[in-house]
């Protein structure tokens, strides 16, 4: 793979950001941006760490319904990454989210942190799930 990967989980008031190692193998939770009620600005923020960490490629969770349908939050959250892309420079893809949040918090709660405390980590956890089962992915199709 070569170059690191952002994951980005795009919440209402908060985006959870996630990086991956320079192999492209394992995402660990990096930051969360708080909305400043201003995308461009939100998005400058975002470009600032895809400059900062070399990323090759920034991978946005995608909420899909649970029955895989494309609902009014899918198609924001794409119609942010396609916003996104232009203000990065670099690929901007998605990635299937479902459940992606239960898993963040169920990983919070059984590490013993207070409820204050995962609600501050909660987003960022759910972006570098959103990007390892990304990695796990693309790893995974590049094998012979």
Do not use: C, F
Not at 1 to 16: F, Q
Not at 24 to 48: C, F, M, N, Y
């Amino acid at each position: 793979m070569g170059a690191r990967a952002l994951g980005i989980d795009l919440g209402e008031r908060r985006i959870g950001v996630a990086v991956s190692d320079s192999d492209g193998r394992v995402a660990t939770p990096l930051t969360v941006i708080k909305r400043s009620g201003s995308r461009h600005q939100d998005h400058r923020k975002i470009a600032e760490l895809v400059e900062e960490y070399e990323a090759g490629v920034v991978v946005v969770g995608l909420p899909l319904s649970l029955d895989g349908g494309t609902g009014p939050a899918a198609i924001g959250a794409q119609d942010e990454a396609q916003q996104l892309e232009s203000a990065v420079k670099v690929p901007v893809l998605t990635h299937d989210e479902r459940l992606t949040t239960v898993i963040a918090e169920q990983s919070l709660a059984e590490s013993g942190l207070s409820g204050k405390a995962r609600r501050r980590r909660v987003d960022m956890v759910a972006a570098s799930v959103i990007l390892q089962g990304w990695l796990d992915a693309s790893n995974s199709e590049s094998k012979p």
